[in-house]
């Protein structure tokens, strides 16, 4: 079963929320790919809509979106997401993976593409106050 941490940013304040997905909840998120927008139920925020934007791999290798499929992938990249080079025109070969989720990856990063009608504070607190009453 699969089981992420998921990165919420909210660009409207410019804050981002760490919380934790698993069960059928992840399950769903597994084949969508970077750009992809879904409904914020998956996460414990009903109402919000959020979008795909990275993510990594359990051994910490970034998903990249112009990379197809899950796998990763050995590419000759020069500067770019996974890597920035002390020198101005220098290429290295590096590990990078697909763009689509699948149970390798560890952490999803998302954004907020439009708002529910309780703040996003009130609604990851009530979910982190109900998984500690139900470890106790």
């Keep these: 079963m699969a089981s992420f941490k998921a990165v919420i940013s909210d660009p409207k304040t410019g804050k981002t929320f760490q919380t934790e997905i698993s069960g ?11 750009g992809d927008e ?17 993510g990594a791999d359990k051994n ?4 990249r979106k112009d990379v197809d499929g899950p796998r990763r992938k050995k590419l000759l990249i020069s500067e770019s997401t996974g890597h920035h080079p002390q020198r101005h025109g220098t290429r290295r070969k ?24 309780k703040p996003i504070n ?12 139900k470890a106790s």
């Design 94 to 117: 590096k590990s990078i993976r697909g763009r689509e989720i699948s149970p390798d990856i560890v952490q999803i990063n998302m954004k907020i593409t439009s708002h529910g009608s």
């Design 60 to 63: 910490g290798f970034p998903m």
């Design 24 to 34: 059928h909840h992840a399950n769903s998120l597994v084949g969508k790919r970077i």
């Design 122 to 133: 009130t609604l990851l607190k009530a979910k982190k106050k109900a998984e500690e009453d």
């Design 38 to 54: 879904f409904d914020g139920i998956f996460v414990a925020l009903p109402g919000y809509k959020l979008a795909v934007t990275g």
